[in-house]
């Protein structure tokens, strides 16, 4: 008897749980056994989906579906309670879905138990996104260009191509951006309204990683900021009480983008380097002064990610006004890439009269600090290697929620010959790009009437005869037209309708008198010199002409005064408009 009550309330518990069928996504690509496909620009992801259900089970669609996402949360803690407060922020970016014909479905939209049912797929990893998934207010449309482009997978916990290591991308826990093939049957519900709801959802998740191009450097005018700061000037002392020694200055440069390999190479063995360019000049207090005598380089790459529960208007910049925003937020990540003593660099002597190379010297146009009249320059070459056998690096973006930016921190330290002091630092934060290759064997994907319609076009365009006719009268440059559009017939041309105005072209000379008027205006020179006279009304100093009213234009004296002329120029202007 209790064996009989325990089976029927395990099988009420089994009826009581839904029952749903079961998905398997299947990629056809040799990626499959390192647990994460990835792909990249123009990238095609083909595969299956397989669908099987235990008991035969009614549904009315079918979705496949490839998606991108953006979901970030920013959490602060209050100033008055000990409780934190979390903004939510989630945005559907790509939406690209697999057409399923109704043949293929199966009859009466009934999966029948003991059966699999297979449908293909095909996308391909669009280059751009479309505008309508960045349609948030903008300050200029730079910001619209870059939101546009396909953000890479970021904070999306996944096993790299060895299927055993953990990639680390160096984000926060408040940004994930993850895209996946995603499946999903839906029924409709037994209620009146009738609604599709979700029998079964299942996801494959893939890693997007675009070739980007290398974007022109960023104008920087050499000023610190919060930033970048890719200029420092320093007076350096020959001691306590001992004066100057001079006036050392470092500079730097935007170096060329650190460019990824194609996501499907073997990044380990593969190298990630650029150059950076450090000039220095010193300029002495005195003739006897010597430049100082240099000592460690540090360069560090610094990563920043920002990210917010808000579309951004603009590129993100100025790190700390983020630390206070309680809807932004930002996550620095430091590296150390190398450390080496330069102190085998060379000065190099120039004298202020004699021309030299700018490429060599810094800031020729920087007055010497004393009366000395040589200088020196040397100049730093500074590899940057990537460390890709321990860190996985995305390339720079810019999206609506999340942007991942770079710089190179360079810090160079600088030994004053005779001063008892410790070495002076120099710190320099210059901006860096991350670049990456797409696949070099990837071709945008078109139909072929599509081909033949370009060609055709191609043709068209090539055979096409040539005008070798004079000009239209509408094109050429002093052609009169008509209020209509087309070629006027009269010999003089209408009224200029400037003249409905109160501003008039006259021009003055330097002794007060009128000068003659420009001579696009030169036509009705008359006219406007006469409507600046005072109106003369017969009496004294008046001309032996009697005066006269302008048909047409009585709205310029005000109170149904007219504008007045002499008898003859009236005339002539009657004349004209007739």
């Keep these: 008897m209790p064996n009989e009550r325990r089976r029927s309330s395990i099988l009420g518990l089994s009826l009581d749980k839904p029952i749903k069928p079961r998905i398997e996504i299947t990629l056809n690509d040799p990626q499959e056994e390192n647990q994460v496909p990835s792909y990249t620009t123009l990238d ?42 979390r903004s939510k922020a989630y945005h559907s970016f790509l939406r690209l879905s697999q057409p ?36 948030h207010p903008r300050d200029n449309e730079r910001v619209l260009e870059a939101h546009l482009h396909l953000p890479p997978s970021l904070g999306d916990s996944m096993l790299g191509p060895d299927g055993k290591t953990l990639l680390e991308d160096l984000a926060p826990d408040m940004t994930v951006i993850s895209y996946a093939i995603r499946v999903i049957v839906l029924r409709k519900t037994r209620d009146a309204e009738g609604k599709l709801s979700i029998l079964v959802d299942s996801v494959k998740k893939l890693r997007i990683m675009p070739a980007v191009d290398e974007m022109p450097a960023l104008p920087l005018s050499g000023t610190d900021s919060d930033d970048y700061t890719v200029r420092k000037e320093k007076d350096l002392k020959k001691g306590m ?86 809807q932004r937020g930002v996550f620095v990540e430091n590296i150390n890439l190398s450390s080496r003593n330069v102190e085998s660099v060379q000065w190099v002597q120039h004298n202020i009269l004699e021309r030299h190379d700018s490429a060599i010297s810094i800031s020729d146009n920087l007055p010497s600090a004393s009366a000395s009249q040589t200088f020196y320059t040397a100049q730093i070459l500074v590899p940057v290697d990537l460390p890709t056998n321990c860190k996985t690096f995305v390339p720079t973006f810019h999206s609506c929620l999340v942007s991942r930016v770079y710089s190179l921190s360079l810090t160079l330290s600088v030994n004053v010959p005779g001063a008892r002091a410790s070495a002076t630092t120099m710190h320099l934060k210059s901006p860096l790009q991350v670049s990456a290759e797409g696949n070099p064997d990837a ?19 090539e055979l096409a005869p040539r ?104 005339m002539r202007m009657q004349a004209m408009r007739a």
Excluded at 448 to 461: F, G, H, K, L, S
């Design 100 to 135: 399923i014909s109704e043949a293929d479905y199966p009859e009466n939209r009934v999966l029948k138990a003991g059966e699999t049912y297979t449908y293909p797929f095909t996308f391909v990893v669009p280059e751009r996104l479309l505008p309508q998934s960045c349609t």
């Design 241 to 326: 009480f001992k004066g100057k020694l001079g006036r050392l200055t470092v500079e730097s440069s935007q170096p060329s983008s650190l460019r990824l390999p194609y996501c499907r190479s073997d990044i380990s063995t593969a190298r990630v380097t650029t150059m950076a360019v450090i000039n220095l000049r010193f300029d002495p207090s005195d003739d006897s002064a010597k430049p100082p005598r240099l000592g460690n380089l540090v360069n560090k790459l610094k990563v920043i990610t920002f990210f917010a529960a808000f579309p951004a208007r603009d590129f993100p910049c100025r790190a700390n006004s983020y630390i206070y925003d309680s």
């Design 44 to 85: 095609k992801i083909e595969g299956t989906v397989s669908i099987a259900a235990p008991v035969d089970l009614n549904f009315d669609d079918i979705h496949i579906t490839f998606q991108g996402a953006t979901k970030t949360y920013v959490e602060k803690v209050s100033s008055t309670h000990a409780v934190f407060d």
């Design 467 to 570: 005008s070798v006719a004079p000009p239209s009268p509408e094109y050429i440059e002093h052609a009169h037209l008509d209020r209509s559009g087309s070629v006027a017939s009269a010999i003089l041309p209408p009224v200029p309708e400037y003249f409905e105005h109160d501003t008039l072209p006259v021009r003055a000379g330097s002794d007060g008198q009128i000068m003659p008027p420009i001579p696009e205006y030169s036509e009705h020179a008359e006219v406007m010199q006469d409507m600046m006279r005072p109106a003369r009304t017969g009496g004294r100093g008046a001309g032996p002409h009697r005066d006269a009213v302008l048909p047409g234009y009585s709205a310029f004296g005000g109170r149904g005064q007219g504008v007045r002329m002499s008898g003859d120029r009236a």
């Design 443 to 461: 071709r945008p994907t078109i139909s072929e009437e599509e081909m033949q319609a370009i060609a055709a076009r191609n043709v068209d365009d």
